[in-house]
């Protein structure tokens, strides 16, 4: 069994239907699992958090940002991916 290749994605913007559904298609399409998933909304803005398995991504990093971002922009929201190992890095005390 491979190695975990793991990314944490955020998602951030006006709530509105399909937005859960419409980036965990674009996972989908391309073999990237969802580890964990944590979304709230807080008034009327949603923001959702995801840690993925990219080890059996069918595209590259960047080439899945690119799709995640093309998939924000068309539901209306910000949506940044970044390596947890990177994440981790940067938010150690």
Do not use: Y
């Amino acid at each position: 069994m491979s190695e975990k290749e793991l990314a944490i994605i955020t998602v951030m913007g006006k709530d509105r239907p399909g937005l859960v559904a419409g980036i965990s298609r674009v996972l989908a399409e391309h073999g990237v699992n969802i580890e964990d998933i944590s979304q709230t909304i807080l008034q009327d803005m949603f923001s959702m958090i995801l840690i993925v398995d990219l080890s059996a991504s069918t595209v590259s990093f960047e080439a899945l940002q690119e799709a995640l971002a093309r998939e924000g922009n068309a539901l209306g929201v910000k949506v940044l991916m970044q390596h947890k190992k990177i994440f981790d890095f940067m938010h150690r005390i």
